[in-house]
């Protein structure tokens, strides 16, 4: 690997180091805004604030929170692991396969997970008294599924570069 990679690749490093450290405060800001805010998926302006929920409305909306942030703590997890094996020179390699395939499943699934999460959330608000009709929402994202998409494909591919360098390997 070119020494200019490496370098890029060592700020990446840091940049992602200190999303690491401004984490709890990047948490506690999304927390804060999400209570003092309508949980307003519809646009619709007479939603009131989360804080002002029933109680099963607000553990409802922090577990949901929760499985949000955890999902995209996890996703930064294997981005910042990919980057340190990159560091260390091991691209192709079968830990660095097995993160880009965790990665592919990771985009693939979320856009599906969090469609179920909000439709889920809207009708559970609704049955709680929180909102006063309720209204399917059919918002896919479809770009995280393409990244998705994109990651298994290189998966594939440095799967089979790494096959035939094993036969280069052994023909040598």
């Keep these: 690997m070119k020494q200019a990679d490496v370098k890029v690749l060592k700020r990446l490093d840091a940049v992602l180091w200190g999303l690491w450290l401004l984490a709890p405060f990047l948490i506690i800001k999304v927390v804060r805004l999400?209570?003092?805010l309508?949980?307003?998926?519809?646009?619709?302006?007479?939603?009131?604030?989360?804080?002002?929920?029933s109680m099963q409305g607000q553990i409802m909306i922090g577990l949901v929170l929760a499985i949000q942030v955890a999902l995209y703590v996890y996703l930064?997890?294997?981005?910042?692991?990919?980057v340190r094996q990159f560091?260390?020179?091991?691209?192709?390699?079968?830990?660095?396969?097995?993160?880009?395939?965790k990665m592919a499943y990771l985009f693939l699934s979320v856009p599906f997970v969090l469609l179920l999460m909000e439709n889920l959330s809207l009708?559970?608000?609704?049955?709680?008294?929180?909102?006063?009709?309720?209204?399917?929402?059919?918002d896919f994202d479809i770009v995280g599924?393409?990244?998705?998409?994109?990651?298994?494909?290189?998966?594939?591919?440095?799967?089979?570069?790494?096959?035939?360098?094993?036969?280069?390997?052994?023909?040598?």
């Excluded at 309508?38 to 002002?52: D, G, Q």
């Excluded at 009708?123 to 059919?138: R, T, V």
């Excluded at 393409?146 to 040598?172: N, P, R």
């Design 123 to 138: 009708f559970l608000l609704h049955q709680f008294g929180d909102l006063a009709s309720w209204q399917p929402f059919f």
């Design 34 to 36: 999400t209570w003092s």
């Design 87 to 101: 560091i260390k020179g091991e691209i192709l390699i079968s830990a660095t396969l097995n993160t880009m395939k």
């Design 145 to 172: 599924f393409a990244v998705g998409l994109m990651f298994l494909a290189l998966h594939i591919l440095i799967q089979h570069a790494v096959q035939l360098q094993k036969d280069i390997d052994l023909t040598i």
């Design 38 to 53: 309508p949980f307003n998926l519809l646009n619709v302006t007479e939603i009131a604030a989360v804080s002002s929920y």
């Design 76 to 82: 930064v997890f294997l981005i910042h692991r990919l």
